[in-house]
C-alpha cells in the first residue's frame, strides 16, 4: 500500500516565523500535492509538483512557496506564518496515469 | 472552472439503513472520479475510484455510481453501522490533457452519523 507521511501531526507557530512541513511518499509517485482544508471551506489546492524540481500554483497559493529537490520528498514553506494560515494541512500524492489520489494524515497547524 | 457539490450537507439515520450521498459537477470533462472517507481531525482514505469510462464501482457495502453526461456520482451504503460515520468527499479530477497532472477539485462532503 502507499504511504503518505507528514513530519507532524500537529504544529504551533508564532506569527511571523518561517514553517516548513514536509511529505514523504514511498511509492515512487511523480504527483505530489498541498491542499488546505478549512470548515466550510473544503479542501483547497496550494501548489502541486509533477516532477522533481518542477511545480505549478494551485488556487491558493499566496504566502506559501514549496520546495521538490528528491522525488519522494514535496515541502510546503510558510515564509511569514500568519494567524490566517491556521488550517489543517494535507498532503497527497499519485501517479499520473491512474489519477488515484493518496493522502497523508495531516498536520493541524495552529500560527498565534 | 470545475465545481463539486454535494448534498446533503448532513445526515443522520438509524443503523441498519441504506443510504445515497450525492455528488454533482459543472465540467462533464473529467478523468474520474473518486470517493474519500474522513474521519475527525483525520487524512483522507480512499474508497472507490470511478474512471471516467465506468459507470460504477462496488466495494463491499459500498457502491459508487458515475453518470458523466448529467455531472453526477451517488455513494451508496447498504446496512449502515456505527463505524461509517464520517464525513464523505468526492473529488474529480480533469481531463488528463492539457495540464491537470492529477489535481482535484473537491466537494464540500457529508458528515454522516450513523447512530445505534
Known amino acids: 500500500d502507499v504511504k503518505v507521511t507528514q513530519s507532524s501531526r500537529y504544529l504551533v507557530k508564532r506569527t511571523g516565523e518561517k514553517v516548513f512541513l514536509e511529505c514523504v511518499q514511498d511509492m515512487d509517485h511523480e504527483n505530489m500535492f498541498w491542499y488546505r482544508q478549512d470548515p466550510g471551506l473544503g479542501l483547497r489546492l496550494i501548489y502541486f509538483s509533477y516532477d522533481v524540481k518542477m511545480k505549478e500554483k494551485g488556487d491558493i497559493p499566496e504566502g506559501y512557496s514549496v520546495s521538490r529537490e528528491k522525488k519522494e520528498r514535496f515541502s510546503l514553506i510558510l515564509e511569514s506564518a500568519s494567524t490566517n494560515q491556521t488550517s489543517m494541512y494535507l498532503c497527497?500524492?499519485?501517479?499520473?496515469?491512474?489519477?488515484?489520489?493518496?493522502f497523508g494524515p495531516g498536520t493541524r497547524l495552529t500560527v498565534l | 472552472k470545475q465545481e463539486v457539490t454535494q448534498i446533503p450537507a448532513a445526515l443522520s439515520v438509524p443503523e441498519g439503513e441504506n443510504l445515497v450521498l450525492n455528488c454533482s459537477f459543472t465540467d462533464s470533462a473529467i478523468y474520474n472520479l473518486q470517493w474519500f472517507r474522513q474521519d475527525p481531525g483525520k487524512g483522507l482514505t480512499s474508497l472507490l475510484l470511478i474512471q471516467s469510462s465506468q459507470r460504477e464501482q462496488t466495494s463491499g457495502r459500498l457502491n459508487a455510481s458515475l453518470d458523466k453526461s448529467s455531472g453526477r456520482s451517488t455513494l451508496y451504503i447498504a446496512a449502515s453501522q456505527p463505524g461509517d460515520s464520517a464525513t464523505y468527499l468526492c473529488?474529480?479530477?480533469?481531463?488528463?490533457?492539457?495540464?491537470?497532472?492529477?489535481?482535484?477539485?473537491f466537494g464540500q462532503g457529508t458528515i454522516l452519523t450513523v447512530h445505534p
Open positions: 473529488a474529480v479530477r480533469l481531463g488528463a490533457g492539457g495540464t491537470s497532472y492529477g489535481k482535484l477539485t
Open positions: 497527497a500524492s499519485s501517479l499520473p496515469t491512474s489519477g488515484r489520489g493518496f
